[in-house]
């Protein structure tokens, strides 16, 4: 029989986590090699003991952390930010020109189960919920204060990757009964498929689990997660499966983290923004240079987008965009020639940039760098997530007002909606969509509002050559299958 990926999964993680070990506490001497071992000994307990009692644990959340922000090694495989890349592909909203990095996701070729992203996707959220299961098991009900926050931390990192792998291998409209992806406890055996109603259940309750435990928690930086981040994804999840009014309760605490930046050209590459509720810091020793989130999005930080792989808006959805509004400035509003200044106060592109081209997100220092750090949450996703929800529960009057205390920030002219009903769900919407472009929600937002993709809507920006297709929202196509990888390894799958 062939191992199961569950293990090797763990194995292959164990090695970075034993690796951070290293650097974080030097003033243990560890004198034995540990990268194929997937247990501690009583001598690395008696040593992690000697420097200090949470040390291994903090190295172990340092780690995941690490790896949400870094990924695996390919050009198109770097961490979250990489997953919200291939997702915004997958929707009606972002195009791209040509075929490459990222291109099977346009094209939605890289469902099967042979696939190098697809391995990618499952492999990548499987090893934050095998390492998040190391910390959990690891940590008894009757720890210390500080080593139950890591545990509960690690509780919110298993709920995001398995909200990220339930939403991708099955329909967000699937009956609860329908079989999706498998649960890992951590007991090193292929469990078989859960049901999506089982997987929805075990997310709510680490969810859950996490918001109560980090109640007290003060995070030091945006780079940890606490309460306020468990509940952001509590409103993800709550809207996603329609509970309109948990959606509204998260939604408001998420959206009370830091304030809306007036400035909309900062390129979004600074944890420090006010409205970054949570990410990564990069710097000149992390960043991945080409394989890295900016490499791809960054119209004039001369990688690949810069190059030639422009990523576009939907002409369309341009379109709906007030003239007055500041965000019409995250996307070319011509085609232009080399040697143009696109953005104040930034410097000149040396290539062509054509109408619709992305300039919403942008790396300092300059051309050819790429030290932006990653941006995984902002607080404006809640305004418009607690806006739906209200509009849903028929509260138009409430949602108003959280759209227009977003929207007057991003355009002085805009005027309280005076829409009721589905006319102001789908403004809400539309808000949505032009507020969060880029940021991984667009593709997740057309599976649970049960919409399909349509390249043939007589859009003019650019798009993938043989990407102008039809699918409908629950076409297998709209889902990944589960990687041969894991079927071969694991016994309990058919």
């Given at each position: ?71 695996e090694t390919s050009q198109d495989e770097f961490g979250l930010k990489a997953v919200d890349i291939g997702m915004d592909l997958r929707s009606n909203d972002m195009d791209m020109s040509v075929n490459t990095w990222f291109g099977r996701y346009s094209l939605y070729d890289n469902i099967v189960t042979n696939d190098a992203n ?377």
């Amino acid at each position: 029989m062939k191992k199961n990926i569950f293990l090797n999964t763990l194995k292959e993680k164990s090695v970075i986590i034993l690796f951070i070990l290293a650097l974080f506490i030097s003033c243990v001497d560890f004198d034995r090699d540990f990268e194929d071992e997937r247990f501690l000994t009583d001598v690395q307990k008696d040593a992690i003991k000697a420097g200090g009692g949470t040390v291994l644990l903090k190295a172990g959340d340092a780690a995941i952390l690490a790896y949400l922000r870094d990924g695996e090694t390919s050009q198109d495989e770097f961490g979250l930010k990489a997953v919200d890349i291939g997702m915004d592909l997958r929707s009606n909203d972002m195009d791209m020109s040509v075929n490459t990095w990222f291109g099977r996701y346009s094209l939605y070729d890289n469902i099967v189960t042979n696939d190098a992203n697809n391995d990618f996707i499952w492999t990548f959220f499987y090893k934050v919920v095998g390492n998040a299961n190391g910390m959990i098991k690891s940590i008894p009900d009757d720890s210390s204060e500080e080593a139950l926050i890591l545990k509960n931390k690690s509780y919110l990192y298993r709920a995001i990757a398995y909200l990220y792998l339930i939403k991708i291998y099955q329909h967000t409209k699937a009956d609860d009964a329908t079989l999706a992806i498998p649960i890992d406890l951590g007991d090193f055996t292929g469990e078989p498929q859960s049901t999506v109603g089982q997987v929805k259940q075990f997310i709510l309750d680490d969810l859950t689990k996490a918001y109560n435990g980090l109640k007290d928690y003060t995070r030091a930086s945006k780079e940890e997660v606490d309460a306020s981040i468990a509940a952001a994804y509590l409103a993800r999840y709550h809207l996603t499966y329609e509970n309109w009014t948990e959606a509204e309760k998260f939604a408001d605490i998420a959206m009370q983290v830091g304030s809306i930046s007036t400035d909309v050209s900062h390129g979004f590459d600074e944890l420090s923004l006010s409205e970054a509720m949570w990410g990564a810091v990069v710097t000149d020793a992390t960043t991945e240079i080409f394989g890295s989130f900016f490499a791809h999005v960054s119209q004039i930080n001369d990688g690949y987008s810069g190059w030639n792989h422009f990523k576009t808006i939907n002409s369309n959805l341009y379109n709906m965009i007030p003239a007055t509004d500041k965000r019409l400035a995250w996307f070319a509003d011509q085609d232009y020639d080399p040697g143009v200044i696109l953005v104040p106060d930034t410097w000149e592109h040396y290539n062509v940039t054509p109408k619709y081209t992305s300039l919403k997100f942008i790396a300092q220092p300059g051309p050819g760098e790429f030290i932006g750090d990653y941006i995984y949450l902002r607080n404006t996703e809640f305004f418009l997530t607690k806006a739906e929800a209200l509009a849903r529960q028929s509260k138009d009057g409430e949602a108003q007002q959280v759209l227009f205390d977003l929207n007057t920030i991003r355009d002085n002219s805009y005027v309280k909606s005076t829409s009721t009903g589905q006319a102001l769900i789908d403004e809400i919407l539309m808000y949505r969509r032009i507020e969060l472009w880029g940021e991984g929600v667009a593709s997740f937002d057309m599976a649970r509002l049960g919409i399909g993709l349509d390249r043939q809507d007589g859009r003019e920006n650019l798009i993938i050559p043989g990407g102008a297709v039809k699918i409908p929202a629950l076409d297998k196509k709209m889902i990944f299958s589960i990687p041969q990888r894991e079927v071969d390894a694991n016994p309990n799958i058919n």
